[in-house]
């Protein structure tokens, strides 16, 4: 905050700092984080079947499904979701 350039006022180096951190750590993650665990290539086909059985038992998407229109046009009928969209965004 006490940074003081001729271009810029030092609170607005507190975001300009604060948003590279950010969106460095977005891209590391994008190349670092595997959707699914059939997309991966640091575990072995027996680790990749035990992990997918682990995903079914817990929570039931262990597969990976096609994105369809039909499935995006169900969830943004959900008012749940847009509810929780307009407290995030406000």
């Not at 905050?1 to 609170?11: D, E, N, V």
């Not at 998407?61 to 407290?87: C, N, P, Q, Y």
Request: charged fraction near 20%; proline fraction near 3%.
């Amino acid at each position: 905050m006490q940074i003081q350039t001729s271009h810029i006022p030092g609170w607005r180096w507190i975001f300009l700092v604060e948003g590279l951190l950010t969106v460095s750590a977005g891209l590391v993650g994008w190349f670092f984080l595997v959707d699914f665990p059939q997309k991966t290539t640091f575990i072995s086909p027996s680790e990749q079947f035990r992990v997918i059985e682990r995903l079914n038992e817990d929570r039931g998407d262990g597969e990976a499904e096609e994105l369809t229109f039909a499935k995006v046009r169900h969830h943004l009928k959900d008012s749940k979701i847009w509810g929780f969209g307009l407290i995030v965004s406000s």
